[in-house]
């Protein structure tokens, strides 16, 4: 199953580490990733793969712990809802 995964926050030291530490330990593989840093707020996007069997809802609650601990807020969505909400 493919996810988009989104990080957005104050820009510091470790985030794209912190989050791909987590990703590691989780067993999701990163297809894709863009980042940016906008004034100071660091923007990043994911394309990720992960098992059909995996707990969703876990691995949501992991990765928002992950944020808290890294003063982001990470959103983590499947592809389909992801694009079917970014649609024109």
Do not use: C, P, W
Request: glycine share 6%.
């Amino acid at each position: 199953m493919r996810v988009i995964l989104t990080v957005i926050g104050k820009d510091k030291v470790g985030i794209i580490a912190g989050v791909s530490q987590k990703l590691a330990e989780l067993e999701i593989n990163i297809l894709d990733v863009s980042q940016t840093i906008m004034d100071d707020y660091f923007t990043m996007m994911m394309m990720l793969t992960m098992d059909k069997s995996s707990d969703f809802e876990t691995i949501r609650k992991e990765l928002n712990q992950v944020g808290e601990s890294l003063g982001v807020s990470i959103k983590v969505q499947n592809e389909e809802i992801f694009n079917a909400m970014h649609k024109l």
